[in-house]
């Protein structure tokens, strides 16, 4: 079976503060792929990261970073020096081979307050 | 146009009404997919198009059925809902290169709707 699991529901931080979003997945396939979405209240989905499961290497795209560890089935999303614009539902999500289909977790609601 | 759109952006229908959803992809894509997503629930995949063709039917119910006529356009036609299908309906797609590796899905705004 595939899950994801995102255990935060709601996080508040204030502007300027570091925020962890916390990602566990569960898969039986050797291949497969993680992702993070961004869903703004206008309602689409932004993609933000794509990630194979022969990949662990951390990535880093400005105030965003990503950190893979399969030893414990994880893909944490860090987002540095938070902006009220990064008031957001934050979705992690599983692909299980290549098959397209994704598995998305519950999705955290991050508030960031002036 | 840019993106994935979406037609309408709202909808209310009553439980024995026919309406369809749109979805245009001007990306170049050859995949296409639609989600629900409901209060709560989580998104949940509802059917899978790869080069037109249904790959994916996740147990949707026989009301929900889809349409993909061409690689940028994709329907979901709707007939006889009941209130629990309220939801965000979103639509996505994706590159599926030619060994079958299917790229990162780019969605749409989604329709909103609500079942009387």
């Known amino acids: 079976a595939q899950k994801v699991t995102q255990a935060q529901t709601e996080i508040s931080v204030v502007e300027k503060e570091d925020v962890t979003l916390d990602c566990v997945y569960e898969?039986?396939?050797?291949?497969?792929?993680l992702f993070w979405y961004k869903q703004p209240p206008s309602g689409e989905l932004v993609f933000l990261i794509r990630?194979?499961?022969?990949?662990?290497q951390n990535e880093i795209s400005g105030r965003y970073s990503w950190n893979f560890q399969k030893s414990t089935s994880s893909f944490n999303f860090t987002i540095t020096a938070s902006q009220v614009v990064d008031s957001a539902v934050y979705f992690c999500?599983?692909?299980?081979?290549?098959?397209?289909?994704?598995?998305f977790g519950q999705g955290t609601t991050l508030q960031v307050k002036p | 146009e840019t993106g994935v759109t979406q037609t309408p952006r709202h909808l209310v229908m009553g439980m024995t009404n026919k309406k369809s959803l749109k979805c245009e992809q001007h990306?170049?894509?050859?995949?296409m997919y639609w989600y629900k997503q409901s209060a709560k629930k989580p998104l949940e995949l509802m059917f899978v198009y790869n080069f037109k063709e249904q790959t994916e039917n996740n147990s949707v119910p026989s009301r929900f059925s889809p349409e993909c006529p061409n690689s940028s356009h994709l329907f979901l036609h709707l007939h006889t809902l009941q209130p629990e299908d309220s939801a965000l309906y979103l639509c996505?797609?994706?590159?599926?290169?030619?060994?079958?590796?299917?790229?990162?899905?780019?969605f749409g705004p989604g329709t909103r709707l609500t079942v009387l």
């Open positions: 996505a797609s994706s590159q599926v290169s030619l060994g079958g590796v299917y790229n990162e899905q780019f």
């Open positions: 990630r194979n499961s022969f990949d662990e």
């Open positions: 999500a599983l692909e299980g081979g290549n098959t397209g289909k994704l598995i």
């Open positions: 898969t039986r396939d050797t291949t497969y792929y």
């Open positions: 990306l170049g894509h050859n995949a």
